[in-house]
């Protein structure tokens, strides 16, 4: 069962572009992350957001924590090719397992 | 500073057969997590350790599948009598278990049944 749920599935742009890719769950989650997943690779972590409402930058990449914590997106601004990939975003309760989204796979044409 | 390491990184087994893999978390990291993922798909939760001890396991796991982490450091994943339904990507992630802090992966082990 997948507790969250991500939007697109895929999505394919052209450099320069700008994206953003949403998670979604009726669950409230006491922190979410979200990872970058290259193919035949561990997923990477990029950032934690742990309160409601938080935002938090890295790079040309932004990351929101919904108000009531169900909730992220995550806005890349001019993407490159590098940003290339597949986008999780994974939801933990009380530090206990982590919960995974569908994932969004990323194709930056160059 | 070294980060999660599973061994092997590939694995080709026949039909039938059991195989094992390892993994090492981050050193000072309490909690260890299994994972499976298929292909274009998000991770699934297979398991995870507090220390020694197995605190929770998924429903989804089915008998053949067991999970030890006997000192608390290093885990081993076990798939006995492997079926080509257990062809994925394993993954091992380990945290402080601090409410709140995130999971770090490792690379995985690509499982090939045939």
């Known amino acids: 069962t997948q507790l969250l749920e991500q939007s697109p599935q895929f999505l394919s742009i052209q450099e320069g572009e700008n994206l953003t890719v949403y998670c979604n769950s009726s669950?409230?989650?006491?922190?979410l992350q979200w990872y970058r997943q290259e193919p035949g690779e561990g997923p990477v972590l990029l950032v934690t957001v742990v309160t409601g409402g938080e935002v938090k930058k890295l790079k040309r990449l932004t990351f929101q924590f919904g108000d009531a914590r169900k909730d992220s997106s995550l806005h890349i601004t001019a993407a490159q090719p590098g940003d290339t990939g597949l986008y999780l975003c994974?939801?933990?309760?009380?530090?206990?397992?982590?919960?995974f989204g569908t994932g969004t796979s990323l194709t930056v044409i160059p | 500073d070294t980060g999660v390491s599973q061994d092997p990184r590939h694995k080709i087994t026949k039909r039938g057969q059991n195989v094992t893999f390892r993994c090492d978390p981050i050193s000072e990291h309490n909690r260890l997590y299994w994972y499976r993922q298929t292909l274009g798909q998000g991770p699934e939760f297979l398991t995870y350790?507090?220390?020694?001890?197995?605190?929770?396991k998924s429903r989804l796991l089915s008998d053949r599948f067991s999970a030890e982490r006997p000192k608390g450091s290093f885990s081993t994943l076990e798939i006995q009598r492997t079926e080509q339904g257990d062809s994925a990507m394993y993954l091992c992630?380990?945290?402080?278990?601090?409410?709140?802090?995130?999971?770090?992966f490792g690379q995985g082990t690509r499982l090939t049944v045939v």
């Open positions: 992630a380990s945290s402080p278990g601090t409410a709140g802090t995130e999971a770090f």
């Open positions: 994974a939801g933990a309760e009380d530090g206990n397992q982590f919960y």
């Open positions: 669950s409230v989650f006491s922190s």
């Open positions: 350790f507090q220390n020694e001890a197995q605190l929770e």
